[in-house]
T-cell receptor, first 115, second 114 residues
Framework: NAGVTQTPKFRVLKTGQSMTLLCAQD?????MYWYRQDPGMGLRLIHY???????AKGEVPDGYNVSRLKKQNFLLGLESAAPSQTSVYFC??????????????FGPGTRLTVT | QKEVEQDPGPLSVPEGAIVSLNCTYS??????FMWYRQYSRKGPELLMY????GNKEDGRFTAQVDKSSKYISLFIRDSQPSDSATYLC??????????????FGKGTLLTVNP
């Protein structure tokens, strides 16, 4: 199993450009999440999905859109990139049932720089 | 007051030292308490978790939860250079509602010097 994979690993955008980050998981997890991690700010939830075709806003959703057309994929879109969106983006996934833990598994991250 | 507070460090210790990492929280509904380890330029990975109060030991690592004080700790015995990483605490409530979402601390950067 590959676990959680993210594409691309690195990207440099100019202000105003758009892009899509792709997250894929092969663990049959129902829940998927997008976080951003910035120095001194920790991990902040952008959007999440509790199942195919559903999405919801997290803590810092402005400037981002998401889609979950297939259970295994969760896409994060930036329609008009801004320098404030320079960050490391992590995708995570987990089961939905209340297993003892319902651990979130994280991908390796995408480093995005907006100039 | 933020829901979860964690001293960001950095913390630098010699090899073999006992390391203590801590988080405090304000939400009394939190029931699951986790520690994630994040190596440089990698994603976080779950290290240990505890449900409700008490201790849990796994090799050189011990996780403690004191719900009365809203305080959790991670102890690392005989620390090794390979333990050098950022440690993030995370917590959530029981099932139901939005309780699958984790609330993270900001992470503590630990360096273990040979």
């Amino acid at each position: 199993n590959a676990g959680v994979t993210q594409t691309p690993k690195f990207r440099v955008l100019k202000t105003g450009q758009s892009m899509t980050l792709l997250c894929a998981q092969d663990m049959n997890h129902e829940y998927m999440y997008w976080y951003r991690q910035d120095p001194g700010m920790g991990l902040r939830l952008i959007h999440y999905s509790v199942g195919e075709g559903t999405t919801a806003k997290g803590e810092v959703p402005d400037g981002y859109n998401v889609s979950r057309l297939k259970k295994q994929n969760f896409l994060l879109g930036l329609e008009s990139a801004a320098p404030s969106q320079t960050s490391v983006y992590f995708c995570a996934s987990s089961f939905s049932q209340d297993r003892p833990l319902r651990e979130q598994y994280f991908g390796p991250g995408t480093r995005l720089t907006v100039t | 007051q933020k829901e979860v507070e964690q001293d960001p460090g950095p913390l630098s210790v010699p090899e073999g030292a006992i390391v203590s990492l801590n988080c405090t929280y304000s939400n009394s509904a939190f029931q699951y308490f986790m520690w994630y380890r994040q190596y440089s330029r990698k994603g976080p990975e779950l290290l240990m978790y505890t449900y409700s109060s008490g201790n849990k030991e796994d090799g050189r690592f011990t996780a403690q939860v004191d719900k009365s004080s809203k305080y959790i700790s991670l102890f690392i015995r005989d620390s090794q250079p390979s333990d050098s990483a950022t440690y993030l605490c995370a917590m959530r409530g029981n099932s139901g509602g939005s309780n699958y979402k984790l609330t993270f601390g900001k992470g503590t950067l630990l360096t273990v010097n040979p």
